[in-house]
């Protein structure tokens, strides 16, 4: 059974940063697309990064410049570095494996941006 663990979510102030991470299980995690999304209260999932197989990387418009997505496929875990955390980006944060049709999800890591 596939399984992907997120990591990392926190109470943190405007301002501030947060290190998440995603340990996938189960999976040739080199194959898939690794991705963070993410649900705010009473909003639908949005993506906020992908990285794909070959390591490009590509970002909502909101978070570019603060956020960024890596992978290590040696300990098959997928990071999100987040600078500069604002309140509308309380929320949580899912992560997501694809490839091709099929894909996996977390159960999500919450995080909360408030001072």
């Known amino acids: 059974q596939v399984q992907l663990v997120e990591s990392g979510g926190g109470l943190v102030q405007p301002g501030e940063s947060l290190r998440l991470s995603c340990a996938a299980s189960?999976?040739?995690?080199?194959?898939?697309?690794m991705g963070w999304y993410r649900q705010a209260p009473g909003k639908q999932r949005e993506l906020v990064a992908v990285?794909?197989?070959?390591?490009?990387?590509n970002y909502a418009d909101s978070v570019k410049g603060r956020f960024t997505i890596s992978r290590d496929n040696a300990k098959n875990t997928v990071y999100l570095q987040m600078n500069i955390l604002n309140p509308d980006e309380t929320a949580v944060y899912y992560c997501?494996?694809?490839?091709?049709?099929?894909?996996?999800w977390g159960q999500g890591t919450q995080v909360t941006v408030s001072s």
């Open positions: 997501n494996a694809k490839i091709g049709v099929t894909g996996y």
């Open positions: 189960r999976i040739t995690f080199s194959l898939y697309a």
């Open positions: 990285i794909t197989s070959g390591g490009s990387t």
